[in-house]
């Protein structure tokens, strides 16, 4: 059994990427963006893009300000040393080693995530290889579970399609609401405590 697990307000209590455009970016852009995602005229990767061409802060500045307010799960530490997950993620390799240095789990997870470069007129998203997914269209993280039985937990947009592959779901806010609706069984995410 394979643990894959969503980084952003998975293994985070807030989207740390929710938390970054709220302080460094333009909320207007931001609101419209994520409508736009709702409804289906934007992509996943497109919104991102978007989103982050509007955050001109430092990087150092802006890692500093999540390391300060990102808290992660109760459990998470003990659980990444027990079971070595693998962490996907639509965010940036440089937002979230800091924070799981700062948890001690860095060399307990195996991180697949995007990267960003920090320019000053705009953040430009470095998207890395994803296949495009034969079931949702985008490249997805369907694409990244690993073959045999793979236990996925995760809260958002980006989990939708991967969670529908894997054999058993932890899920809390909108990919709870989505396996609601396709009346797919999952296990509501509370803590990694059950996880463990
Ligand atoms: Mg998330
Ligand atoms: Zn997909």
Do not use: Q
């Not at 802060?57 to 079971?83: I, Q, S, T």
């Not at 990267?115 to 890395?128: S, Y």
């Amino acid at each position: 059994m394979r643990l894959v697990l969503d980084w952003d307000g998975t293994v985070t209590e807030r989207d740390t990427l929710d938390l970054v455009l709220r302080e460094f970016g333009d909320d207007e852009i931001y609101d419209r963006a994520e409508a736009e995602l709702d409804a289906g005229r934007m992509t996943l990767n497109e919104v991102i893009a978007a989103e982050f061409a509007t955050v001109t802060a430092p990087l150092d500045e802006v890692v500093a300000y999540v390391v300060e307010h990102a808290c992660v799960r109760r459990g998470f530490a003990e659980l990444a040393r027990a079971k070595h997950p693998l962490v996907v993620s639509s965010g940036f390799h440089e937002l979230i080693e800091p924070v799981l240095e700062r948890e001690g789990a860095l060399d307990e997870v195996e991180l697949r995530a995007n990267r960003v470069d920090a320019r000053p007129d705009g953040w430009r998203v470095l998207f890395r290889e994803l296949e495009t997914c034969a079931e949702c269209g985008e490249p997805c993280k369907r694409g990244d579970l690993p073959p045999g039985e793979v236990v996925y937990a995760g809260d958002g947009h980006s989990d939708y399609c991967a969670a529908l592959a894997a054999d058993r779901v932890f899920a809390t806010g909108s990919l709870a609401r989505y396996l609601d609706e396709r009346g797919v069984n999952y296990e509501p995410l509370t803590d990694f405590r059950a996880l463990v």
